[in-house]
């Protein structure tokens, strides 16, 4: 990708991204508002719920670089495959801070960091992990849960919240999953 990068070609980037890696095209938007919903609930600054809409946006930008075929595979994916699929967040960064919005670069680098320290792209556990990327991580995976999948069938709204809650201190920061627990089904609901 070629030329400058400024916010405003990053979000039409991501706007074109999500129909084509997703059966819907609004996965970027319901996270950035569950992600603004959860960060309202957890206190978080004004500027850190700004950072959390806005990586909601972007979060994903980074599959630009994933091939294709990959992103639009119909079934599970192979392992070689997925390693390419784990290189999105750290790309996502990378776009976001050649478009001079470094804090929002570190936080998308670490969205799909673990709680236990087995996620990825640097293995951060517990409270290194940016707030705003566990944050973006409960947020992007309840919006995943929601919608169907090669591999399964979406769940409803309560499965999953159950699958979070089995997550937290796993996978999720466990003091986040509680307060999101804690968010009315309609804070959270799919607009789609």
């Known amino acids: 990708m070629g030329g400058s990068l400024d916010l405003a070609r990053l979000l039409e980037l991501a706007r074109w991204l999500d129909p084509q890696i997703s059966a819907d095209a609004e996965h970027s938007t319901r996270v950035s508002r569950v992600a603004l919903a959860l960060a309202d609930t957890a206190g978080l600054s004004g500027r850190e719920a700004a950072l959390a809409t806005l990586g909601g946006l972007l979060h994903d930008v980074g599959k630009v670089a994933v091939p294709m075929p990959i992103l639009a595979k119909p079934g599970p994916l192979d392992d070689l495959e997925f390693e390419q699929v784990k ?38 556990a517990g409270t290194r992990i940016p707030l705003v990327s566990r944050v973006l991580s409960i947020a992007d995976a309840y919006d995943a849960m929601l919608a169907d999948r090669p591999y399964r069938e979406a769940l409803d709204a309560v499965e999953a919240r159950r699958e979070l809650e089995l997550g937290a201190g796993s996978q999720f920061d466990p003091n986040l999953v509680e307060l999101f627990l804690g968010l009315r089904t309609s804070q959270l609901r799919r607009v789609a």
Not at 89 to 118: K, N, Q
Request: net charge neutral.
């Open 87 to 124: 290189r999105h967040p750290a790309a996502s960064g990378a776009l976001v801070v050649r478009a001079h919005m470094g804090d929002l670069g570190t936080i998308l680098r670490h969205h799909h960091e673990r709680w236990d320290g087995l996620g990825y792209p640097d293995g951060l």
